[in-house]
């Protein structure tokens, strides 16, 4: 098994990403390998003060860098030696079994439909996102920025992928599919959850509960949150707000603990052939180790096959 | 001044609504007149216990009550001596010169539109909601819940409704008018969005910012938030978990006070001929008066004949 992380990506990349790679390196099993993606030459003193010898680690030297500002698809096809560009070449070639980085987000989307490209029968892949639930675990977001505007059988794809990931990943059995909405009555909502509201409640593709509403994110009513990717943008945007807030305010929780982004790595990007995951522009190293240790978890449980099979 | 009151709205009614009249009573000028319109056989017992003079308030007597579940217009129609259908009648006659209730949402919206009607040029009126700045004071957030779905001409006029509001009742000299979206430059955004910003840009109906993301909810960035009501009402919700959350956890801090609904009062609807307001469903004596205060507020500043200028 080959994890794929871009050193260069993040906005405190190499240190955080290198500190990240030997961090996760020691929960790693010896077939499980490291190859690190970006600049060799400035990687190598950061391991050389941790006393980490490279040789642990595989890497593939690059020479360009896109930053967070960058227009995606332009970056990607001006920079062929940047650390993104290259990861999702080896990718392609699979030479990497899966490929991650806390780097440009638009970068990364456009990166993994291009490159390994999105699963047949998929109609857009979908950026999620796990979010902390009060009683104990995880469910997952999803789409959280990828597709602004969303069709119905968008949507309802976006609960299979959601399903198959909670079921995989985070060990739900059945898990609960809640298409967000502003009542829980069948007829209420916008005319795109109308719309999917039926085809939703028509599906055996997933157990889906019904409408869920703004109160319920964090609660145990759903494990699989769908959400058309602006909704979803703005509620992961307004959630991290209040983390950010009781943080700074010193309130010490359990629940809010779980909230950091740090604690589940990144968000995977699902509906594609292979585990990509997008980090957190401000992951540090705990973050990074755990995006890699999530990489794996989309490699051992083979939920990339899932989803193809699914889809078939 | 005829301030008019449904004693007979909400989940603690007319307990909580009486109480809070009678709390309300005490802030209002000798001129300013509580008219409480419900069931009188209910209020006058609540009124003796506390010794209070039932004098001081004028009452309509009604013998229906709409309850919180049911259908909004059937239940306007078929239950014409509720106190929401009277209120609205007195209301379009000019017997009171704004109406409140924590009743029925739906059969508030319904009968503000079909009693007192939209302002001419407003496409469709707003339900309006006050969030607490993190700094301090308050903006306003429109709309939460009345437009699911929206058109970009139906925002830019949120814009209008908002920052009048804000400027007559906040007391902010040009506010600062945001368009949630998700991300900050012109071109994010989905389709709504991408058509609604460059028709703020290039009004001069009020000051606008730019976009704004979920993350600047509470921040000094906007003044008045401009979202459609599926995004509004989603938003809403999941910021009142957290509000919810922290009184739970036992978090003390100003800021989360000033999240209580009770402090401000109730959502009015922006874009009718008339004050008019919708209390939360829970409201207690203390959120009862502080939106009898608010109809205060909307009536002495001219707000609605400020909308109407406006719109001319």
Do not use: W
Request: aromatic share 8%; charged share 20%.
């Amino acid at each position: 098994m080959k994890i794929g992380l871009d050193i260069m990506g993040g906005d405190f990349a190499p240190n955080a990403t290198v500190l990240g790679a030997i961090a996760a390196f020691k929960a790693l099993d010896s077939h499980q390998k490291l190859v690190l993606i970006g600049d060799k030459d400035q990687a190598l003193p950061i391991m050389k003060e941790q006393n980490f010898n490279p040789d642990h680690f595989e890497f593939v030297h690059t020479t360009q860098t896109i930053s967070m500002g960058e227009h995606p698809t332009k970056a990607i096809t001006q920079k062929p030696d940047s650390s993104i560009s290259v990861g999702f070449k080896l990718l392609k070639e699979k030479k990497i079994d899966s490929f991650s980085s806390a780097g440009n987000t638009g970068a990364m989307l456009v990166g993994a439909m291009f490159s390994v490209k999105t699963v047949p029968g998929v109609i857009r892949p979908a950026i999620s996102t796990v979010v902390p639930k009060l009683k104990k675990g995880y469910g997952i977001m999803l789409d959280v920025g990828a597709n602004a505007d969303c069709k119905p059988d968008t949507l309802l794809q976006f609960g299979i992928l959601g399903s198959l990931f909670a079921e995989s990943i985070l060990g739900i059995h059945k898990p609960k599919v809640g298409l967000m909405n502003i009542g829980e009555e069948e007829e209420k909502g916008n005319l795109l959850m109308l719309a999917t509201h039926p085809m939703m409640k028509d599906t055996n593709m997933f157990n889906f509960i019904g409408n869920i509403e703004g109160r319920d994110l964090f609660n145990e009513k759903a494990d699989v949150i769908v959400c058309d990717g602006f909704t979803g943008n703005v509620m992961l945007k307004l959630a991290e707000t209040f983390y950010v807030l009781t943080q700074q305010k010193g309130f010490q929780d359990e629940f809010f603990a779980r909230f950091n982004y740090e604690q589940y790595g990144g968000s995977p990007i699902l509906g594609i052939n292979a585990p990509v995951i997008i980090g957190h522009g401000i992951s540090n190293p705990e973050a990074i180790k755990n995006m890699i240790l999530l990489s794996r978890s989309m490699i051992t449980t083979k939920l990339i096959d899932k989803i193809i099979s699914a889809f078939k």
